[in-house]
């Protein structure tokens, strides 16, 4: 009787920990969506245009003495936060696996990205050059979290259920952050309250929820070596990297990840922004708002779907394949989204990239943790898969940003993002199905 309640104790406490874990991505997902993808953007776009009589008539901006796009400003600024993120994630990780800390730095990342998320509250478009700080360091609090969040996954589940649990954790994000979503859009359309307080509410909720999985992870387990805690987070990540070149499988799905990285955070960052100037514009511009609204919460009412429906494929089909269906129809997104001109078109749209959204994302994160080795460093391996990421996006900002600077067009930079879903793809069909050698590290 003993063992039986020793075990179904142990079983109840594991239970807690992944929803603990799990309700994390409750607690950030609104920084996604509220700032990314849905408010803010389109706050953004408002204030840094120039309107007569309610049409925009020049989306051009001042930054320190250069006129830019405020569009391609937006992606430089976020690009720039990503080269910080993909600078700090090695270092910062490989300290943490060291000194067992990666709950305290998973908490000082997500302070920094809620109090700084709070600043834009007073965000002024006269200030463009300090304004942008906010959302800068936002982006380096959020997207760093991340690092240290992920980094856990391995740790409180095995490999065959790490697809359920990151489907999970996608899927509370998806609910939770659209409920957010909703009560903002209430508070501004039917009690005029002024957007920018939406941004003081992400912050809270993102603290306030967050406090829930800060109750109920477990500390890392310090390691017990010799020297410099510094020195040895470089040395963490040099053993990370030197593991990942003796690989096969591992080091071909980072290079595939990479490329289809460069798409997809693309897309749901400047999903809105394309939205606004190509397809709610014109004729079409007096819907924008409420369209655009929209349109985001189809995406992400699909992508709680899509993450379970990804989920299942993958424990039938296996991971790679079902990556592989996902990529094929990101491509197919691409070029359907190049030829829309009509809301409803965008709303297809929409649907589309919320169905693959969801699962590509949580199939990304379970499919590294499913080929990593066995290993307490758990924090070092997923630096490697934030930074992976990471440089993909900049590249992806960068190179978005530039092509519709030089071709005037943000249609000619979907194509850009179609180039890399189909080198992903075939990237992705060179994973071997099991790995020559695996050893512990």
């Not at 709610?280 to 189809?298: H, K, R, W």
């Not at 460093?377 to 490697?384: E, G, K, L, P, V």
Request: hydrophobic content about 50%; proline content about 3%.
């Amino acid at each position: 009787m003993d063992t039986l309640d020793s075990t179904t104790s142990e079983s109840s406490k594991k239970k807690k920990i992944i929803n603990a874990w799990a309700f994390y991505d409750w607690a950030n997902s609104v920084y996604p969506l509220v700032i990314s993808t849905a408010i803010f953007p389109i706050f953004y776009e408002a204030v840094t245009s120039t309107k007569v009589d309610g049409k925009t008539v020049s989306d051009t901006v001042e930054f320190f003495g250069v006129t830019l796009k405020n569009s391609e400003l937006y992606s430089y600024v976020v690009a720039a936060s990503f080269v910080v993120v993909t600078i700090l994630s090695p270092i910062l990780s490989g300290i943490a696996d060291y000194a067992g800390n990666k709950k305290m730095f998973l908490k000082a990342f997500c302070y920094l990205g809620a109090l700084s998320t709070m600043s834009l509250f007073f965000f002024d478009a006269a200030h463009l050059e300090l304004s942008m700080l906010s959302i800068f360091f936002a982006s380096i609090g959020f997207w760093n979290s991340l690092v240290f969040y992920n980094a856990y996954l391995p740790e409180i589940a095995p490999p065959e259920d790490h697809d359920r649990v990151s489907a999970k954790g996608f899927s509370l994000g998806y609910f939770g952050s659209s409920l957010l979503l909703i009560a903002c859009l209430v508070g501004i359309m039917v009690f005029e309250m002024p957007p920018k307080y939406s941004f003081l509410l992400v912050g809270v909720w993102w603290i306030g929820f967050s406090q829930y999985t800060y109750a109920f992870l477990p500390k890392s387990k310090k390691k017990e070596k010799e020297g410099h805690v510094l020195s040895n987070g470089f040395k963490e990540i040099k053993k990370v990297w030197n593991y990942v070149r003796t690989t096969t499988r591992l080091k071909k799905y980072l290079a595939s990840f990479f490329v289809f990285s460069m798409g997809i955070q693309t897309i749901m960052l400047m999903a809105v922004l394309y939205a606004k100037k190509e397809i709610f514009t014109g004729a079409y511009e007096d819907q924008a708002a409420t369209g655009l609204i929209i349109s985001v919460l189809i995406i992400q009412f699909i992508a709680i779907a899509g993450a379970y429906l990804f989920s299942f494929s993958s424990s039938k089909y296996g991971n790679i394949k079902t990556l592989g269906i996902a990529l094929i129809v990101w491509i197919f997104a691409c070029v359907y989204a190049y030829f829309i001109h009509t809301p409803v078109e965008y709303y297809i749209l929409a649907a589309l990239v919320g169905l693959v959204m969801g699962g590509t994302q949580s199939l990304s994160r379970s499919t590294y943790s499913k080929f990593l080795p066995q290993t307490e460093d758990t924090t070092s391996f997923f630096s490697y898969y934030d930074i992976s990421e990471k440089v993909g996006i900049i590249l992806g900002m960068v190179i978005f940003g530039f092509v519709e600077g030089y071709s005037g067009d943000m249609r000619t930079s979907v194509l850009a993002l179609l180039i890399f879903f189909v080198v992903a793809f075939l990237l992705l069909l060179r994973i071997p199905s099991e790995e020559k050698a695996v050893q512990k590290v």
